[in-house]
């Protein structure tokens, strides 16, 4: 069976959770739109800024759990992932995008029937 890559999709608060470690605050009145009391008059607004491993997991807005491919296929079994055209099993656990997090290979049965 064809599989395409399919990434799961996170909200920002959970990507940004995830990958705390990675991500920088740029302190600055221009750019920053965040705070961290935006009731407090003396807070400085700050931006997030990604390092380039996981900005590709980032797509219009949406959060993913690997860069979405929908051109990353290979043919696996019906209970299988895909990542750079190599399949992985169910609960397969590793770091297949490179961007120091343990992702799992998680298949919806339901989706494969």
């Not at 990507?15 to 705070?35: A, D, P, Q, V």
Request: glycine residues 6%.
């Amino acid at each position: 069976m064809t599989l395409t890559r399919e990434c799961a999709e996170y909200s920002s608060e959970v990507f940004n959770t995830i990958h705390k470690n990675s991500i920088t605050r740029i302190y600055s009145s221009s750019e920053g739109t965040l705070y961290d009391n935006p009731e407090d008059p003396f807070d400085v607004p700050y931006a997030l800024e990604y390092p380039e491993s996981i900005s590709s997991q980032i797509v219009s807005d949406r959060y993913y759990a690997c860069p979405p491919n929908g051109l990353d296929t290979a043919v696996c079994h019906p209970y299988s992932c895909v990542y750079n055209g190599i399949c992985y099993g169910n609960a397969t656990q590793g770091d297949f995008d490179i961007d120091g997090i343990i992702e799992m290979c998680i298949v919806d049965a339901r989706d494969r029937a």
